[in-house]
């Protein structure tokens, strides 16, 4: 039914999220081993990891979040 659609496309966007998330983890780790040593480098590589993280953190709290509620029903 619905609910079963609505889950089944949550999962999808959530499965592309965090794919992006990857990437950003991984384009973070290259600039930061390229960086040589400039801390400009460095700085936006370490800001990249750690926004990227902030968003798996979002991403399971609404997966969490979301199985919960489908659960109530």
């Known amino acids: 039914g619905v609910q079963t659609l609505l889950g089944r496309a949550i999962k999808t966007m ?6 992006i998330a990857l990437l950003m983890f991984v384009a ?5 081993m390229t960086a040589s040593g ?3 480098k ?6 990249m990891i750690t926004w990227a993280s902030l968003g798996i953190i979002v991403i399971f709290s609404a997966y969490v979040l979301v ?5 109530a029903f």
């Open 14 to 19: 959530m499965g592309i999220i965090g794919s």
């Open 28 to 32: 973070g780790g290259l600039i930061w």
């Open 38 to 40: 400039n801390a400009e």
């Open 42 to 47: 460095t700085a936006k590589a370490t800001r």
């Open 67 to 71: 199985e919960f509620v489908f659960s």
